[in-house]
């Protein structure tokens, strides 16, 4: 259902019967970690022009990869973490 490198991808499938007697299949929810715990690779200062993708691509070798960058500074909205220039953000190492 989703691509190996997905947030969503190693999250347990669980199913629903409904009162008529449908199934229905979902994906249980994604429990965020705790930033501070997580193992960083590397801590990059934010820059005027500095876009999250572009950052996610220079540190961790592929743009979509940014939810990363979000769980290791505990940030549930990408923009705020580039919203401050000078702000430092920690880049955790890479899930395989």
């Not at 801590?43 to 220079?58: P, W």
């Amino acid at each position: 259902m989703f691509e190996p490198r997905s947030r969503y991808y190693n999250l347990e499938t669980a199913q629903l019967t409904t009162s008529d007697g449908r199934r229905v299949a979902y994906k249980r929810r994604r429990f965020l970690p705790q930033g501070q715990d997580m193992p960083i690779a590397e801590e990059v200062i934010v820059k005027d022009e500095d876009r999250l993708d572009l950052i996610t691509f220079a540190t961790l070798g592929d743009s979509e990869q940014f939810w990363q960058i979000c769980d290791a500074n505990n940030a549930m909205n990408p923009d705020e973490l580039i919203a401050e220039p000078g702000k430092m953000l920690r880049v955790p190492i890479p899930l395989v």
